[in-house]
């Protein structure tokens, strides 16, 4: 590893969803332990950081994103204890940690919630939006944003469900807490934050109704100028880097609700956060065109002082071999993966990516996830990207003993970790290949980046490089073998998903991810 090393911006970062990875005690729920007794098998793989979505305590109307203790921990979970040992192993394997914090609202469970309802003189009914006429602003879950309350009178607003009430961060002493979440998790040894849609903490003052446009949902029917992205954002991060920034190597990633590249990084840089995620890959078709596309302008719009990061998959899509892979072939998932390990910014890897896992499917009866119940048929929600991680080919995949909390995926018994480590042309040794590649190579790391070629023909290349090392990426996401451009120097092969030496003329095969080197 280089002296100059930064974790966030050289490392890999993966996502695990707590209750879906390994469950230690049988409840077929997965708990921080479980993901204590698999760090041997993250440090193998070769990466630098984990995401844990919410584990704290919550009466899950959105399955942990609904928070009613901001510091302490589910027992379903664990306990404190429990996510002290869980740091520390991990640190002791150099893997940092990040945890999510959701802040935007709180469950209408939490002590907080329940005080502001109990009457309109309470001293924290301040501490969330209440109005006795509700405007027009929507809940992204479906439906109007604005909750009835029988015994007080009024309308309170919730972004999300109607148990996750939005707090008012226009409120001193609601900003002050906040800051305290902050300093216990730092001071607990944390190593970044992950903020649960930051950019919706504030809405307009005067509750100004949002102009209409065309869209197919609720939601989708508004412009969102007054509710998501309000210029009072731009100090509190600056408030929130400087408390940061008082401990070292501390890391903050912003989860940019309902926006573009461009307001994504305006989150950025120095004085703001570290990184704001940019989901636009979620969106694109399956083609170097669209993938160019999408990489130029995040490239633009992140310019040289913001460092750039890639998503394929995270809890709130289909994953990204379920959006791209035919049947159980997964020339696709590693095209993907080749992309995004080789991109100048910070990969985050999505738990059981690296083995292809598809989404579960699910009938009605089956769904938990609030937006899918609403808007079912047109849209099923969230739960089939959420199934239970896939260690071995025992019953429930080696995540529990028990049922767990979503059915595990059919293919369990030929996808699953244990089948992977065996196999040396599985996705998971592919990925492990190219991880270990990215760890050892400074150009990929953090070198500069140069798209190579139009992209039409279907290949998508570009080069990595520093002083010391140059790397041409090639991925032909064609159906056909395709030429690549020539070199001045003959290049050497660095890794291939399809062959072990070069032949000349230079050609790609279809579906190929080739890594060449040419002199530096
Ligand atoms: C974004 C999270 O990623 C999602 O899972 C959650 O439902 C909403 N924020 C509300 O917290």
Request: charged share 20%; glycine share 6%.
């Given at each position: ?5 930064i974790?966030?911006r050289d ?7 707590p ?36 584990f ?7 399955f942990?994103?609904?928070i ?12 404190l ?11 002791q ?31 924290k ?18 439906g ?9 009178r ?91 920034d ?16 461009e307001?994504?990084?305006?989150y ?12 636009d ?14 990489i ?28 791209y ?13 080749g992309m ?18 598809r ?18 048929p ?26 767990p ?11 699953n ?13 592919f ?21 190579l070629?139009d ?6 290349s ?22 690549l451009?020539?070199?001045?120097v ?14 000349q003329?230079?050609?790609i095969a ?7 080197q040419?002199p530096?």
């Amino acid at each position: 590893m280089q002296d100059d090393f930064i974790w966030w911006r050289d490392g890999i970062i993966y996502q695990i969803y707590p209750r879906s990875f390994a469950d230690s005690n049988g409840d077929g729920l997965g708990d921080l332990p479980g993901i204590t007794s698999r760090l041997d098998y993250l440090a193998e793989l070769g990466i630098d950081a984990l995401w844990l979505s919410p584990f704290y305590p919550s009466p899950d109307a959105d399955f942990g994103y609904d928070i009613s203790d901001y510091t302490n921990i589910d027992p379903r979970f664990g306990t404190l204890a429990d996510f002290d040992t869980l740091v520390a192993a991990a640190h002791q394997r150099n893997i940092r940690i990040i945890v999510d914090l959701v802040l935007n609202h709180t469950s209408d469970q939490h002590p907080w919630f329940l005080e502001s309802r109990s009457s309109r003189n309470n001293p924290k009914r301040d501490w969330y939006l209440w109005r006795d006429h509700p405007n027009n602003w929507q809940s992204f879950f479906g439906g109007v944003g604005w909750e009835w309350d029988a015994a007080t009178r009024q309308h309170y607003f919730h972004m999300f469900a109607r148990q996750q009430p939005d707090l008012n961060w226009r409120n001193p002493k609601v900003h002050q807490e906040m800051l305290e979440v902050f300093r216990f998790w730092a001071e607990r040894g944390v190593d970044g934050f992950r903020l649960d849609v930051f950019n919706a903490y504030f809405k307009d003052e005067n509750y100004r109704d949002n102009p209409r446009k065309f869209g197919l949902r609720g939601f989708e029917r508004y412009n969102h100028l007054y509710d998501i992205n309000q210029p009072e954002m731009h100090p509190l991060l600056n408030e929130i880097r400087t408390l940061l920034d008082h401990y070292p190597e501390r890391y903050a990633v912003g989860e940019t609700f309902v926006a573009s590249p461009e307001t994504s990084a305006s989150y950025c840089g120095p004085g703001k956060l570290h990184a704001a995620f940019n989901f636009d890959f979620t969106f694109r078709k399956f083609s170097a065109a669209e993938f160019a596309d999408s990489i130029q302008k995040w490239t633009q719009a992140t310019g040289a002082e913001i460092w750039p990061n890639y998503v394929l998959s995270n809890h709130d899509q289909p994953r990204s071999a379920t959006r791209y892979a035919h049947g159980e072939d997964d020339t696709r998932a590693r095209l993907a993966l080749g992309m995004l390990l080789t991109l100048r910014g910070t990969p985050f890897l999505y738990y059981g990516e690296e083995i292809g896992m598809r989404d579960i499917r699910l009938k009605r009866s089956e769904i938990l996830d609030p937006p899918g119940q609403h808007y079912w048929p047109f849209y099923t929600g969230r739960d089939g990207c959420r199934a239970p991680m896939q260690w071995d080919a025992s019953p429930q995949a080696g995540f529990s003993s028990a049922k767990p909390w979503l059915p595990v995926h059919p293919n369990y018994r030929q996808r699953n970790v244990a089948a992977q480590q065996q196999d040396p042309g599985s996705l998971l040794n592919f990925v492990k290949k190219l991880i270990a590649l990215r760890r050892s190579s400074p150009a990929l790391q953090r070198g500069d980046f140069r798209l190579l070629c139009d992209p039409a023909q279907g290949v998508l290349s570009y080069e990595r490089q520093t002083t010391a090392q140059h790397l041409r990426v090639h991925l032909n996401f064609s159906a056909r073998p395709q030429a690549l451009p020539a070199t001045d120097v003959s290049p050497s092969l660095v890794l291939s998903s399809h062959r072990d030496s070069l032949n000349q003329p230079l050609q790609i095969a279809p579906g190929e991810v080739l890594i060449l080197q040419t002199p530096a």
